[in-house]
Structures are given as structure tokens and as C-alpha cells.
């Protein structure tokens, strides 16, 4: 199963990015400081912008996170100047990312694409080419290239704030093989659960806010199971009552806050009999009463983080996905994408 094998591929590929791509990406950006950034992507790119914006914002500048179509039909009050703009499409076929990438090409600053597709329209509009060393998947449901942006966005990020990538970077790789194993026992287990849900839920906060959006979209593109992503504190004012006894909750934590804060809202819906699991990333060595999935790392390594806590959610979308009878590369509806005719070259 091809999806398997994407899933399974990623830390091989971080490894050979860390490797590659550091000094490269560097000398991409403008020689002088940008007074702004702008951060264009949708769909998993946007998830992955995400996950990187924390670290983006620590340039001391103003940071806008922006779709395609918002950025292009709002042009006027984007910023202006010197503005380093990072534009986001593992296929670089994105119809929207495309019209938008050519308009700020047209605007005082600096344009790059970051994409896997170094042959594709995004690539061959005229802007500076950040290339993935990962070919567009041969499915819908996209993992391996999520990952991979997101790491790539992490170097960028690195680098632009002058910061060196952690020298134990390399190291934590053998972990997330570990994990990656955990993830799918994890998965199988939870699987069956998440089949007979009526919705599951992923919340987290700061950058896997990115990482609740991503699980609920591979989730609900390869299992056909209703699914959304949110940020922990905000899911609690209110949006609990639109859940029932058949609903799943999972939380994402990576600090002794969150997972307090998780826990704190664990037991309190479970008094109305709604399903939770908590997926603690936090760094060993601290007490974990509740977990359904822990990492167990000595370290969560800040490069890493957003590719490691996909691992669960694209393993749980794989196998609730056959639980269900669907095939997860195939998706719900195999042939959607040409009727939302969202890339370049597609019609119904």
C-alpha cells in the first residue's frame, strides 16, 4: 500500500533534508532583513504554514498567514515593501497559489515558492524555487509531502531568525522510527472506535493548532469520516455541546499546560459520556496519568515536532479508512478534485 510506504518514508526523508537543504535554503532569502513576511498556502500547505508560524514570528517583524484567493483579492492591504513572501504547494498545480504567486511577483520584494514539483506552473512563474525533495504523491491523501513541507518551512524559519539547526537534530531521527511503530499499534487500536464515531475532533495548540488541522483533514480525506481540527481552549467555549455519545475527541499536547488544561476537559466531557484520547508529546521523565499515545524521547525536538505528531493521525485515517471498507488512497470520492477543478488542468 502506497500510503503506508509515503507514512513510513518520513524520517529517512528528514533526514536527507536536514542534510541538504539548510545552506540551500539560506542562500534563497534576500540579503537584507524583510520588513514583513507573508506566508500563502492552502490545504495541507496551510496546515504546515501552521506549524511554522510560532517560529516565523520570532523575525521581529510582522507575520501575515493568508490563503491564496484572500491574498489575491485583498492585495491592496497586504504588506508592502520589502516583504519576503513564501508561497506553499507540494504540486505547485494550485490554481489559486498560482494566479496569486504571479501577482506578488508583479510587487515590490521577494517571491519564493516551496514546492515538490520543481518542473511544475509554480515553479516556472519567475520566482526563486525552494524544491522538495519529494515527487508529488501518486494518491490523493498527501503525507509525505506534508511532512516535508513542514520541515522545510522549519529550516526556512531556522534561517531567517539566524537560528542553527539543533545539533542533536539528526539523533532524534532513530526516535521517530520508534514512534512512528508506536503511532500504528496506536492507530490499529483506536481504529475501530473512530469507525463508529459520528465525528472526531483533533485539538491542539500554538503549532499543532497546524498539526490538529492536518490529522483532521487525513482523516476525513481517506476514511470519509466527518473531522475537524481546532484549537484546544477555543473547542471549550461551546463547541463541545455539538458532540454526542458516538463523538472521539483526541488532544494534542507538548507542554505540561496543555496537558493539564487536556486533561482538565477529558474528565469533564467524559461525565457526559463523549470518547477522548490524549496524545502527549511533552518530554519524558514527566508523570503521564492520561495518555493514550505518549512520546518517550528524552527530547522533542522543536525541528521535528510538527512531523512527528502527524505520524498518529495519518496511521489512524489509513486504518479507520479499512475498518471501514474505503481504500485511503482512493478517498471517499476518488474523482472530486476534478469537479472542484482546484489545479491546473482539470475539468469535470
Not at 491574498?71 to 506553499?88: A, F, Q, R
Not at 475501530?192 to 475532533?201: K, T, W
Amino acid at each position: 500500500m502506497l500510503v503506508k510506504d509515503y507514512i513510513q518514508e518520513q524520517p529517512k526523508l528528514a533526514g536527507r533534508m536536514i542534510d541538504e537543504l539548510p545552506a540551500a535554503y539560506a542562500g534563497l532569502l534576500p540579503a537584507s532583513p524583510p520588513e514583513a513576511v507573508l506566508l500563502v498556502g492552502t490545504g495541507s500547505s496551510m496546515n504546515a504554514l501552521m506549524t511554522a508560524l510560532p517560529l516565523f514570528r520570532k523575525t521581529g517583524v510582522p507575520v501575515v498567514l493568508v490563503s491564496p484567493q484572500e491574498c489575491l483579492e485583498s492585495l491592496d492591504t497586504m504588506p508592502s515593501g520589502k516583504v519576503l513572501s513564501i508561497v506553499v504547494s507540494q504540486s505547485g498545480e494550485s490554481i489559486d497559489t498560482l494566479h496569486t504567486t504571479e501577482a506578488l511577483l508583479r510587487r515590490e520584494g521577494s517571491v519564493i515558492v516551496l514546492t515538490g514539483n520543481p518542473d511544475s506552473p509554480l515553479a516556472q512563474t519567475g520566482a526563486a524555487v525552494a524544491a522538495m525533495p519529494v515527487a508529488d504523491e501518486q494518491i490523493g491523501p498527501k503525507t509525505k509531502g506534508y511532512s516535508a513541507t513542514a520541515l522545510a518551512l522549519q529550516i526556512f524559519g531556522h534561517a531567517l531568525t539566524r537560528q542553527d539547526i539543533p545539533a542533536d537534530t539528526k539523533n532524534a531521527l532513530s526516535d521517530m522510527e520508534t514512534f512512528a511503530l508506536q503511532s500504528e499499534r496506536w492507530a490499529v487500536d483506536f481504529a475501530q472506535r473512530a469507525a463508529e464515531s459520528d465525528v472526531l475532533v483533533v485539538l491542539g495548540q500554538k503549532e499543532h493548532v497546524g498539526t490538529a488541522s492536518e490529522g483532521s483533514l487525513k482523516i476525513a480525506e481517506m476514511s470519509g469520516l466527518p473531522s475537524f481540527g481546532l484549537e484546544t481552549e477555543e473547542m471549550s467555549h461551546g463547541r463541545f455541546h455539538g458532540l454526542t455519545e458516538k463523538s472521539l475527541v483526541c488532544f494534542i499536547t507538548a507542554t505540561d499546560a496543555e496537558y493539564d488544561f487536556a486533561c482538565r476537559m477529558k474528565a469533564a466531557i467524559k461525565y457526559f459520556s463523549i470518547g477522548s484520547e490524549i496524545l502527549d508529546f511533552r518530554a519524558s521523565g514527566k508523570p503521564a496519568e492520561v495518555a493514550g499515545l505518549r512520546w518517550t524521547s528524552r527530547d522533542t525536538n522543536p525541528l521535528l515536532a510538527p512531523i512527528i505528531a502527524a505520524l498518529p493521525f495519518q496511521f489512524l485515517a489509513m486504518h479507520t479508512a479499512l475498518v471501514k471498507g474505503i481504500d485511503p488512497e482512493k478517498m471517499r470520492y476518488p474523482t472530486m478534485g476534478k469537479f472542484l477543478k482546484i489545479k491546473v488542468g482539470t475539468a469535470a
